[in-house]
């Protein structure tokens, strides 16, 4: 698993986090699954699409580039 996927799915749950939110909560804000928002955290989804961060970055609050940093 390449160290960019680790740093995104870290990135989400930190974000997530600070934000006071659930992955449940996220995933309906982000209107993406549960099981999305759970394995972008732990890294299984290893190729994550534009929409998918645009969707989460949006629901963050955040820019994609904060999720990709």
Same mark, same amino acid.
């Given at each position: 698993?390449?160290?960019?996927?680790?740093?995104?799915?870290?990135?989400?749950?930190? =974000?997530?986090?600070?934000?006071?939110? %659930?992955? #449940?909560? *996220?995933? /309906? &804000? !982000?209107?993406?699954?549960?099981?999305? @928002?759970?394995?972008?955290? =732990?890294?299984?989804?290893?190729?994550? %699409?534009? #929409?998918? *961060?645009? /969707? &989460? !970055?949006?629901?963050?609050?955040?820019? @994609?580039?904060?999720?990709?940093?």
């Amino acid at each position: 698993m390449s160290k960019e996927i680790l740093l995104i799915g870290k990135n989400i749950k930190r =974000l997530r986090k600070q934000k006071g939110l %659930s992955q #449940d909560r *996220l995933s /309906k &804000l !982000a209107n993406l699954s549960y099981n999305t @928002v759970i394995k972008l955290e =732990l890294g299984g989804i290893t190729n994550p %699409s534009i #929409d998918t *961060l645009q /969707k &989460l !970055a949006k629901a963050l609050n955040v820019s @994609v580039d904060d999720l990709l940093r």
